[in-house]
């Protein structure tokens, strides 16, 4: 899959103090279930995936469930990159902060929480 290879090597690149010592095995699995989950919000685009499996890896695997993060990505009247500007502004500052605080690992393999 080319575009699982390109996120892959990107985070490798701009992100590596995130994934430093991990096995490439696992950094691919998380990398699938992060593109995996950017689907759930319709974000299809390479781009807008690409941005969002960051963002898990940055700020943490479930910021998805920060309470206004979750109110913007389930927005379906707002495109993808609406979703991503109004995310990205300002005002979200504390709800970034508190997706960081709620930080659960374990969201990276939702298929080991049955």
Same mark, same amino acid.
């Given at each position: 899959m080319k575009d699982l290879d390109f996120i892959i090597s990107h985070i490798k690149t701009e992100y590596f103090e995130y994934i430093e010592g991990l096995p490439d095995e696992q950094i691919k699995e998380m990398t699938l279930n992060g593109i995996k989950k950017a689907s759930l919000y319709n974000f299809i685009e390479l781009e807008?995936?690409?941005?969002?499996?960051? *963002?898990? +890896?940055?700020?943490?695997?479930?910021? #998805?469930?920060?309470?206004?993060? +979750? #109110?913007?990505?389930?927005?379906? @009247?707002? @495109?993808?990159?609406?979703?991503? !500007?109004?995310?990205?502004h300002d005002s979200f500052n504390d709800a970034w902060q508190e997706a960081q605080d709620?930080? #659960?690992? #374990?969201? *990276?393999?939702? !298929?080991?929480?049955?």
């Open positions: 807008n995936v690409l941005i969002f499996v960051v *963002w898990m +890896f940055i700020m943490a695997p479930n910021f #998805d469930t920060q309470k206004e993060i +979750f #109110d913007i990505l389930k927005n379906k @009247s707002a @495109s993808a990159n609406e979703r991503i !500007e109004n995310i990205l709620n930080y #659960d690992g #374990d969201a *990276w393999f939702p !298929e080991l929480k049955k």
